[in-house]
């Protein structure tokens, strides 16, 4: 069992940054990517971004390609996302997320309680 927990979430401004945190309780296996997904009220849970643990590979949705920076860090069980030029339509709660194959929510193995991003406009 792997436990993600997620922070850094909040309010804030629209064009305002802000950077989540989320860190694995124990290293997954080395085949797992770590991910992050959104969901909006009453929208289904969509993917935002995925990386593997060497931090070499990543993969953005084209709604935030430009404006999201994911990273990881191996030795904290830690991945990142940064959001930048955030937009009212951004704000979602955001679940880390992670498994072999994470390009959609069914095919995650394990998720995070995740965290309230609030954009005002």
């Known amino acids: 069992q792997v436990q993600l927990v997620e922070s850094g979430g909040g309010l804030v401004e629209a064009g305002g940054s802000l950077r989540l945190s989320c860190t694995a309780s124990?290293?997954?296996?080395?085949?797992?990517?770590m991910a992050w997904f959104r969901q909006a009220p009453g929208q289904e849970r969509e993917f935002v971004a995925s990386?593997?643990?060497?931090?070499?590979?990543?993969n953005y949705a084209r709604s935030v390609t430009g404006r999201c920076t994911i990273s990881s860090d191996s030795a904290k069980n830690t991945v990142y996302l940064q959001i930048n030029r955030l937009r009212p339509e951004d704000t979602a709660v955001y679940y880390c997320?992670?498994?072999?194959?994470?390009?959609?929510?069914?095919?995650?193995?394990?998720w995070g309680q995740g965290t309230q991003v609030t954009v005002s406009s």
């Open positions: 124990r290293r997954t296996f080395n085949n797992f990517r």
């Open positions: 990386i593997n643990w060497s931090g070499r590979n990543t």
């Open positions: 997320a992670t498994g072999n194959i994470v390009d959609t929510s069914t095919q995650v193995s394990y």
